[in-house]
């Protein structure tokens, strides 16, 4: 089945800073990789998705990267707010469509 | 409009115990999963339900099982609880299911305790 990895497990930024978290996954058939952030006793939301036949998407500060050949997408955010501070997940959907499978999340911390 | 909606929103448990959580997707959302989230991991997916039929089910004992209702809300039991289920059960609704799943929109949560 689909395996998800993510790096870094913690990541602490400067306010105005760019923040990165990669991915990889195993299954070349996934096709949906959403992120999604959580904050603390919240629900996860979803930020930013992109489908496998698109290979960047950008909605403002957020922007999503996807390497079908090497099976790696990331998320970019830029000039980094106090308020970004939250575990980020991300996710890839298995070829049958009924499971997501997550990462294990990563911790940002945005130091004003 | 509501969101998805989970009931109880905490509870405590002792080994052994059966434990019912419900759900209730959105409006005009057809199918519902659930996720198991142990404290600092990522959601794990215990099933999916979409037009009241099982179509995915992930790595979870016969202790736990699930349905949906004519009205779109769901239930996940857990029987025998272990102290290994204590975790954040999440419901989440999307439009369509199966490969046709698209985003997930979760609800809060119900946190579970087993002592």
């Known amino acids: 089945g689909e395996n998800v990895e993510q790096h870094p497990s913690t990541l602490s930024v400067q306010e105005g800073d760019s923040a990165v978290i990669k991915c990889t996954y195993s299954?070349?058939?996934?096709?949906?990789f959403p992120w999604y952030k959580q904050e603390l006793g919240k629900r996860p939301q979803l930020i930013i998705d992109?489908?496998?036949?698109?290979g960047e998407k950008k909605d403002q500060r957020i922007a999503v990267t996807l390497n079908k050949t090497a099976k790696h997408f990331s998320l970019h955010i830029t000039e980094t707010q106090p308020e970004d501070s939250a575990v980020y997940f991300c996710?890839?959907?298995?070829?049958?469509?009924?499971?997501?499978?997550f990462g294990p999340g990563t911790r940002l911390s945005v130091l004003p | 409009d509501a969101g998805v909606t989970q009931s109880p929103t905490h509870l405590i448990k002792t080994r052994g115990q059966q434990v019912t959580l419900r759900c209730s997707p959105i409006?005009?959302?057809?199918?519902v999963s659930w996720y198991q989230q142990v404290l600092g991991q990522g959601p794990q997916f215990i099933f999916q339900?979409?037009?009241?039929?099982?179509?995915g089910r992930g790595n979870f004992p016969d202790r736990f099982s699930a349905r949906q209702f004519p009205n779109y809300s769901s239930e996940l039991n857990v029987n025998a609880l272990l102290l290994g289920d204590s975790a954040l059960y999440l419901c989440?609704?999307?439009?369509?299911?199966?490969?046709?799943?698209?985003?997930?929109?979760f609800g809060e949560g119900s946190r579970l305790t087993v002592l």
């Open positions: 989440a609704s999307s439009l369509a299911g199966g490969e046709a799943t698209g985003e997930l929109f």
């Open positions: 299954d070349s058939a996934s096709n949906y």
């Open positions: 992109i489908r496998s036949n698109v």
């Open positions: 996710a890839a959907r298995d070829n049958y469509g009924q499971n997501f499978v």
């Open positions: 409006s005009g959302h057809k199918s």
């Open positions: 339900y979409y037009e009241k039929e099982e179509r």
